[in-house]
């Protein structure tokens, strides 16, 4: 399967951030982008935005930070169908690598819905990944029980082991195409999509089976009722709001303010013609809701605590 690249223009570094989203994501791809592009003024990396279709002219103000990148592919089409809240964008950070592999030797790809806080991502691209394929975080499922089975390893017949969440992955380009990431992902997917519950997550997953290295989860904060709390005092750089609300669509106000706020400031500025979001009141959920969070922060405290402590810093990667 051979992929083709449309850009905006050509690639000014070895390495790059990368978002892969639709017109629906693309406000929200280059909010992320923008504060990137703010916490790293010394960057020594590019900011890409991928897609399969020709999205809306970047905004004059980011035309400088971001590059746009149109991906078709020569082949089978790239159907991972399977999972109704994905569409087929989602997949493309299966592509990265031998789509971009000839401008970047490393790809940090990064979900669109996420709130980026901190900086220092030109240290991240340095860490050594060994002959490892790609670096991610655990997924928050093995953050208290490390040894917590996953039921798609049991699919694909592999043992069980550490399962990242794709969100968050570091790419070494080379060492991806060499095992060919692409074209082992459409054919396992065609072998085993259907019964996938976790579609290209879990794709990523068994093709680097016991082949990526473990970053912090300060990369890669999976922001949920079982997780929130603790943030502040982690302080991680980039928080990953994984379940279905998001601080566009909190018609509830789950989530802090700060995220909706901001996102809201960085919206009215760079797309005036849009709705502005509804900021909703806080401490909305409902009592039960907030006893059961505080329960489950409490309970799991120190389980927590010692995964976070294999960490020696943000740097550190477990092999």
């Known amino acids: 399967m051979a992929v083709s690249v449309e850009s905006s223009r050509p690639a000014t570094s070895r ?10 994501y693309y406000p929200y791809a280059l ?16 900011i890409c935005i991928c897609s399969l279709s020709p999205l809306p002219q970047v905004p004059p103000a980011m035309q400088q930070a971001v590059r746009t990148c149109v991906l078709s592919f020569d082949g089978p089409d790239l159907d991972f169908s399977g999972d109704t809240r994905r569409t087929g964008v989602t997949f493309l ?7 971009l592999g000839e401008d970047y030797e ?10 980026v ?9 340095r860490v050594d990944l060994g002959r490892h394929v790609l670096a991610a975080v655990r997924d928050n499922l093995q953050w208290r029980t490390s040894r917590k089975p996953v039921k798609d390893f049991e699919t694909l017949g592999l043992c069980q082991d550490k399962y990242f969440n794709a969100g968050v992955i570091l790419f070494d380009t080379a060492a991806c195409r060499q095992i060919g990431l692409l074209q082992e992902a459409a054919a396992l997917n065609e072998r ?28 890669n904060w999976q922001y949920t009722w079982s997780s929130r709390l603790f943030e502040p005092y982690i302080y991680p750089h980039i928080i990953h709001f994984i379940g279905r609300v998001k601080p566009w669509n909190d018609r509830s106000g789950i989530l802090p303010q700060r995220f909706s706020r901001d996102l809201s400031n960085f919206l009215e500025t760079v797309f005036p013609e849009r709705a502005p979001l509804e900021i909703m009141p806080s401490l909305s959920p409902a009592a039960p809701l907030i006893a059961k969070m505080l ?20 740097l550190s990667v477990i092999e």
């Open 15 to 24: 390495q790059a951030v990368v978002f892969c989203c639709d017109e629906n």
């Open 31 to 46: 909010y992320a982008a923008a504060q990137i592009a703010a916490l790293n003024p010394d960057a020594l990396f590019d």
């Open 93 to 99: 950070r299966i592509a990265l690598p031998e789509a």
């Open 106 to 115: 490393r790809i940090l790809y990064l979900d669109s819905d996420i709130f």
């Open 117 to 125: 806080q901190r900086g220092g991502m030109n240290d991240l691209f």
């Open 192 to 219: 085993v999509g259907g019964k996938l519950l976790r579609h290209d997550q879990t794709l990523l997953n068994g093709l680097a089976h016991r082949r990526w290295a473990e970053l912090s989860p300060t990369w």
């Open 295 to 314: 329960a489950k922060h409490y309970l799991s405290r120190r389980r927590l605590a010692r995964h976070l402590d294999r960490f020696s810093s943000d």
